[in-house]
């Protein structure tokens, strides 16, 4: 990892939670021509990280629970064109809250969530979307990673990459 090069900080589902999470990123990515991605919850958008940083930020952290709403919402956001709000558990928002004191706040308010589409789309077409995903359950996963992504938001989509995992091991 290069200081200078944009990443992210990521907590990804695993097992049937990621199954789940990436069916409904891949129908609504093919179904409305919208990029496709891996399925996350964004602990930080934005840093430039140092390894031994993030892994002392792992060590502190035990692993915890996830919980996704199961009603899909949306804002005239690019990235938060339609996702699932996450609980915010007071685990998760440690996590986030540490992060922003180790690599800077962005200076937004902590929105943990899962997005399930990206785009500048019509409020019609962010309603069309809810319809096609139908019925979506209650989605809970274990935490027991911290994913570092190489990614910006001037970088495509489709070129964004986890380049390092760090278990969390606190506990």
């Not at 952290?61 to 690019?78: D, G, K, S, V, W």
């Not at 308010?109 to 359950?137: C, N, R, W």
């Amino acid at each position: 990892m290069s200081e200078n090069d944009p990443y992210a900080l990521w907590i990804m589902p695993e097992g049937v939670a990621y199954s789940l999470t990436d069916g409904y990123i891949a129908k609504l990515s093919q179904a409305f021509d919208l990029p496709k991605f891996e399925p996350h919850v964004t602990v930080l958008g934005s840093l430039s990280p140092e390894t031994t940083t993030l892994r002392g930020l792992a060590d502190s952290l035990p692993p915890f629970r996830i919980r996704l709403a199961n009603q899909a919402e949306y804002l005239e956001e690019y990235f938060r064109c339609l996702f699932l709000k996450a609980d915010e558990t007071p685990e998760l928002m440690e996590a986030i809250a540490k992060a922003g004191e180790l690599f800077g706040d962005e200076g937004r308010p902590p929105f943990p969530h899962l997005s399930l589409a990206y785009g500048d789309l019509p409020v019609e077409t962010k309603q069309e979307m809810v319809q096609l995903l139908g019925s979506i359950p209650e989605v809970e996963f274990e935490a027991r990673q911290l994913s570092v992504v190489h990614a910006s938001l001037e970088m495509p989509v489709s070129s964004w990459k986890v380049v390092e995992r760090f278990p969390l091991t606190k506990g």
